[in-house]
């Protein structure tokens, strides 16, 4: 839980990042330089890189990266992990290479993978050249938006070889969140505040994921004109906001509405909900679970 919580603050810390958009991964065929075939396929950030074409061997340096290998059929492919990575269950037993901010790079060469998997622009720059010497792949995955994640998974049935898997899963999902948006259609948009840390305060803003999960739900987020997508905000600001409704990104250390929203309509009707930090902050399948949960609590009566 200690990590889980250094992994969420050291988010925050990440929350400036350079976010760029998603290219579907091509299969424009390479000249063979080694023994294994291999393929050029392009990443998040817009890079080509050349991947085996069966990719066996895997590392990943974040928690939404190895929920999402796992997602598409590829978690058995997986020899190295972050501390951090808690989902699903199977993910504990893979050996660690470091935490997301500080992976142990000796760790990661030792254990000799095909390609490694990347969710931040900035991770990139410690990463490229080092594991570039050795020979190893480095895969940018950083979707910004509901439909991004939906789009990376399909790409990483394409890496992966798990199209068929992926292809079944996807569907699903989307009859989900068409569900969610049917249920709350034409239904009163309540203000809605995101608090991501208690103390100091940081929220979403414009560019944040949560924001359209908001919107999907049926509900407007009262920070989505605010420039960056995860802003600190000072008290004056935060107070003027007046939230209908409030919704936690549970953890030890933001288990309550920070004290200036005491005279907020969200305390006031007593709105305050909580969610798991981990389905707030990871872009993967399971934020259909969490827009789920926005839902229920912005229009219960929907959902009885």
Do not use: W
């Amino acid at each position: 839980m200690r990590d889980e919580v250094r992994y969420r603050t050291s988010l925050v810390a990440l929350l400036v990042l350079v976010l760029v958009g998603c290219q579907k991964p091509s299969a424009v065929e390479a000249p063979e330089t080694s023994a294994k075939p291999i393929r050029v396929v392009t990443d998040d950030l817009g890079r080509t890189v050349t991947v085996p074409v069966k990719i066996m061997r895997v590392v990943s340096t974040a928690p939404s990266v190895t929920e999402n290998i796992f997602a598409a059929g590829a978690g058995d492919r997986l020899v190295g992990v972050t501390t951090f990575c808690n989902y699903p269950v199977e993910a504990k037993a893979i050996p660690k290479i470091g935490d997301t901010i500080t992976p142990n790079m000796e760790s990661i060469i030792a254990l000799k993978p095909d390609v490694v998997f990347v969710s931040t622009a900035s991770q990139i720059e410690a990463f490229t050249q080092t594991l570039a010497d050795n020979g190893i792949a480095v895969y940018v995955t950083n979707p910004t938006s509901f439909d991004d994640v939906i789009d990376d998974l399909g790409k990483l049935g394409d890496l992966f070889g798990t199209t068929d898997r992926v292809g079944q899963m996807l569907p699903e999902l989307k009859r989900r969140v068409e569900a969610v948006q049917d249920s709350v259609r034409g239904e009163e948009q309540l203000g809605v505040f995101v608090q991501i840390s208690r103390e100091p305060l940081f929220t979403v803003g414009k560019g944040s994921f949560l924001n359209v999960l908001i919107e999907k739900a049926g509900g407007r987020s009262v920070t989505v004109d605010i420039e960056t997508a995860y802003p600190k905000l000072s008290k004056e600001s935060a107070i003027a906001l007046e939230p209908d409704v409030i919704i936690i990104s549970e953890s030890p250390d933001n288990e309550g509405p920070n004290e200036v929203f005491r005279n907020s309509p969200a305390l006031k009707s007593g709105r305050v909900y909580k969610i798991n930090a981990d389905l707030l902050s990871r872009p993967g399948p399971r934020l259909v679970d969490a827009l789920e949960q926005i839902a229920r609590c912005l229009h219960p009566e929907k959902f009885n």
